[in-house]
Nanobody, 110 residues
Framework: QVHLVESGGGLVQAGGSLRLSCAASRSIFSSMGWYRQAPGKQRELVATITRTGAANYADSVKGRFTISRDNADNMVYLQMYSLKPEDTAVYYC??????WGQGTQVTVSS
């Protein structure tokens, strides 16, 4: 069993930045990542990263978001720049194959 705890969400103005953090309860040897779910929409992939650092991003966040992980501390991060109102969502940390955090709210005001 793996427990994932997110932190770092909040309210920010459009154009601002936020950094999300996710702490895992033990070492993760599989891919980790971030998903998000906006009101009335399905959960969607934001970014994933393998243990060796290979990253994958949704087209909507490429060039604005950066995912990273610290395997020694069992952490994964999402640095978000140039935030837009459409980035408003609950952001969930994920560890393959089926582990999810509780989510952290990100709200971007226009």
């Amino acid at each position: 069993q793996v427990h994932l705890v997110e932190s770092g969400g909040g309210l920010v103005q459009a154009g601002g930045s936020l950094r999300l953090s996710c702490a895992a309860s033990r070492s993760i040897f599989s891919s980790m990542g971030w998903y998000r779910q906006a009101p009335g929409k399905q959960r969607e992939l934001v970014a994933t990263i393998t243990r060796t650092g290979a990253a994958n991003y949704a087209d909507s966040v490429k060039g604005r978001f950066t995912i990273s992980r610290d395997n020694a501390d069992n952490m994964v991060y999402l640095q978000m720049y140039s935030l837009k109102p459409e980035d408003t969502a609950v952001y969930y940390c994920y560890a393959a194959p089926t582990y999810w955090g509780q989510g952290t709210q990100v709200t971007v005001s226009s």
